[in-house]
């Protein structure tokens, strides 16, 4: 099983993203964080600084690092973004997560 994919589209915006906010060098950060409406919650940031131990996925010129304690939540799982009516996101599938809030960045995996 994969650990963390990143889709095509989330690959694209996350490129668009640092070159907007000339933020070149960036990765953006996917964490699980205790929180939320359902136990968990999902965080997204631009960061500059690596560490050691992060995982790293390159797709094209987009990057992403996820820590390991986020990544045992999020292993299996697929970081895409959705542009919907409601509004354009980042969404993680999660196959760990057994419920989820509304708003999708919070769940729970009881």
């Known amino acids: 099983m994969q650990q963390f994919a990143v ?34 919650q999902y965080r ?24 390991p304690a986020s990544l045992d939540l999020l292993a299996g ?3 895409d973004f959705v542009d919907e009516l409601m509004g354009a996101h980042f969404a993680v599938r999660n196959p760990n997560a057994k419920s989820a809030c509304g708003c999708g960045t919070s769940f729970s995996i009881d």
């Open 77 to 79: 799982s697929e970081l």
């Open 44 to 67: 997204f940031e631009l960061d500059r600084e690596m560490q050691p131990d992060d995982l790293v996925i390159q797709q094209g010129p987009a990057k992403v690092v996820v820590d």
């Open 7 to 40: 889709t095509d589209r989330a690959a694209a915006r996350i490129a668009e993203i640092v070159a907007d906010t000339q933020a070149i060098g960036s990765a953006l950060r996917v964490a699980v964080l205790a929180g939320g409406c359902s136990g968990f």
